[in-house]
């Protein structure tokens, strides 16, 4: 694998996005752990667009404005639903502190790991990048294209998620740095994370 793509997918994660913008507000509010997982399903993700891409699906859709569309304003629902999610939930919590420890637990690996999952497939312009990305990097006598684009995708998702681990850690000093963790349950931080879901959603479905 050459250097040239190793250093492209670096600085492509490192920008500014829907991803790296959910997992540096997750590890702020919520710690190291909980970004992580959502780090380790977004990167989970990518295996399916890479596996799309081989196969020649993500072309299909590509193509097809109305799956697009579908998958977009899925995506953009799945956000908001989170948002209204994150609402209701810093709402009906009081601030004993046994309950804010069921609040914690709610919060589990499972849980953040499939957010990830979730929010990455249902972003078609994940496949978009792909398609447009990867055929640059893809040796002119590969003896196959589909497992040319498998190493590209593993070699991909193996420096996004070295980037979003070290996002992670960033966010996480600064939730033990200034004690964010002790708000998460806070009905403000509710509403602030809420505004993050809907814009990073708007993001998707209007961007």
Same mark, same amino acid.
């Given at each position: ?49 890479? *596996?799309? %891409?081989? @196969? !020649? /699906? ?7 404005? $109305?799956?697009?569309? +579908? ?76 497992? *040319?684009? %498998?190493? @590209? !995708? /593993? ?7 070295? $980037?979003?681990?070290? +996002? ?40």
């Amino acid at each position: 694998m050459n250097i040239e793509f190793i250093l492209a997918s670096a600085c492509l994660a490192l920008l500014p996005g829907p991803d790296i913008l959910f997992v540096l507000t997750q590890s702020i509010g919520r710690g190291f752990k909980a970004a992580f997982s959502v780090s380790l399903g977004l990167v989970s993700g990518l295996a399916f667009h890479t *596996a799309a %891409v081989a @196969l !020649g /699906v993500a072309a299909l859709v590509a193509a097809s404005p $109305v799956l697009f569309g +579908v998958l977009k304003y899925l995506g953009a629902a799945y956000l908001a639903w989170l948002g209204v999610s994150a609402v209701r939930g810093s709402a009906a919590c009081p601030t004993s502190a046994g309950k804010t420890v069921a609040v914690e637990k709610e919060y589990s690996f499972v849980r953040f790991y499939r957010r990830g999952v979730i929010m990455n497939l249902l972003n078609p312009k994940v496949i978009i990048f792909f398609l447009s990305f990867f055929p640059g990097f893809i040796p002119k006598n590969a003896p196959s294209v589909g497992w *040319a684009v %498998v190493s @590209l !995708g /593993v070699t991909f998702a193996a420096v996004t998620l070295c $980037v979003f681990t070290l +996002v992670c850690a960033l966010g996480g000093w600064l939730n033990k740095r200034f004690h964010i963790a002790q708000y998460a349950s806070g009905r403000a931080f509710g509403w602030i994370t809420a505004v993050i879901f809907w814009g990073i959603g708007a993001w998707i479905a209007f961007a």
